[in-house]
């Protein structure tokens, strides 16, 4: 067994199944444990919250590198709006950290009292503040890494007008553990907003609601976020204003004015963990689709009207990103991927296979197929890890 122990010590680490965990406590313990690895020619696996560890294709590592103690705010300048956090932080310990400065990392995470800030960086997560705030390659300024060698990398900066080395922030969101070992991540910060609201409009017409986004993301309003999904009777939009107090009144009174004959009512904030819902439905198919924002409206309608003898349910952001869960025969479920996928590929769309049911055959593909960009990936790939060390075949393409 490789002496583990004498890095992080022997109370962090563990035998399973003969395989590994091993809980470095800094980005030196993970570089040893890394050079320790690469030596002996092991897979590993990164882990932190054990919470999207079924996304991507299935790897069987040898070692599991827990990222847990790499916890806690290292540094936070509010005055630059900027905080540098460990990637084994929970994003519910690092925003209410950096709440008590009135500042926040302005993105909606799944699971975020138990995913990590190393995990949801590594599967590019995010929800429907991205309209507002951007994705997290916009908020990502800075990054240290250990590569499969153990060697330390460090991108970014700590203020936001620093452009040095974004390149690597950018490679390694999305890139789900397999180029390297984030254990130390710099954001960019935006303030807490003291008031906001959410309001729902419903209706059968998703057409309608789809007009009635496209007309309230173009008006010079407080919009935080915008949503739409389906619900028992047809479809709902959810949008949430943020402003102060009197600039909320003037916004509810001009919703309902671009609405027009359609009912608003106001909502509770828990409308925003729909998408979060969608995971909870046992047995349920999860997909991810990425869409032309004008398209998610002829989406939303096909899977409404196509089902039958099955349950479906989705949530749309702004952006084009839908959330789907499926419970139908698996023959269905497939058949209905393999038809998005073709309807989808011209426009550069992707439907991406977050969970299979159990029944769903395992040889279909979780990424439907390899994107234009997948030799260049790949020699990405080489580069960073060309041991095949980190989660092999994780990725699409079998990155």
């Known amino acids: ?114 995913a990590t800030v190393g995990g949801i960086i590594a599967v590019n997560d995010s929800g429907a503040l991205r309209m507002r705030y951007g994705s997290l390659r916009d908020l990502v300024i800075g990054m240290t890494i250990v590569l499969s060698d153990g060697t330390i990398a460090r991108s970014g900066g700590k203020v936001v007008k620093n452009v040095a080395g974004y390149d690597l922030p950018k490679l390694l969101t999305g890139s789900f553990g397999t180029l390297g070992i984030i254990t130390e991540v710099t954001f960019r910060l935006h ?20 007009e009635l986004q496209r007309n309230l993301t173009t008006a010079a309003m407080s919009i935080e976020s915008l949503q739409t999904r389906t619900d028992e009777d047809g479809f709902a939009l959810d949008v ?24 608003t009512s106001p909502s509770t904030h828990d409308v925003w963990q729909t998408r979060e819902h969608l995971f909870k439905r046992p047995g349920a198919t999860i997909l991810k689709i990425t869409a032309l924002p004008n398209k998610v409206g002829a989406i939303l309608q096909g899977f409404k009207s196509l089902l039958q003898n099955s349950t479906v349910a989705c949530v749309a952001d702004a952006t084009g990103i839908i959330t789907v869960a499926l419970a139908a025969a698996p023959t ?65 393409g079998g990155i």
């Open 191 to 210: 303030p807490v907003q003291a008031t906001s609201e959410t309001w729902t409009v419903p209706s059968d017409d998703i057409h309608v609601l789809a």
């Open 240 to 263: 949430r204003f943020a402003s102060l107090p009197e600039v909320l009144r003037e916004h509810e009174q001009r919703l309902r004015e671009v609405s027009g004959g359609l009912t």
């Open 1 to 114: 067994m490789p002496d583990f122990a004498s890095i992080v010590g022997p109370d962090h680490v563990t035998e399973t199944a003969s395989i590994l965990t091993v809980s470095p406590a800094s980005t030196d313990e993970t570089a040893a444990v890394m050079r320790l690895c690469a030596e002996r020619k092991l897979v590993v696996s990164p882990r932190g919250g054990d919470t999207k560890l079924n996304w991507g294709n299935p790897v069987t590592p040898q070692v599991i590198l827990d990222t847990r103690r790499l916890a806690g705010v290292r540094e936070h300048s509010w005055q630059d709006l900027t905080a540098t956090v460990g990637a084994g932080t929970t994003w519910e310990a690092m925003e209410c950290n950096l709440a008590q400065h009135g500042q926040r990392v302005a993105l909606d995470p799944l699971f975020a009292s138990t």
């Open 332 to 396: 269905q479920i497939v058949a209905i991927i393999h038809d998005l996928r073709a309807r989808l590929r011209g426009d550069g769309g992707m439907v991406v296979i977050l969970r299979a049911a159990p029944d769903i055959p395992g040889d279909i593909d979780r990424w439907g197929g390899s994107p234009p960009a997948i030799a260049v990936m790949r020699a990405v790939k080489q580069q960073f890890d060309p041991e095949r060390l980190l989660n092999p075949g994780k990725f699409v």
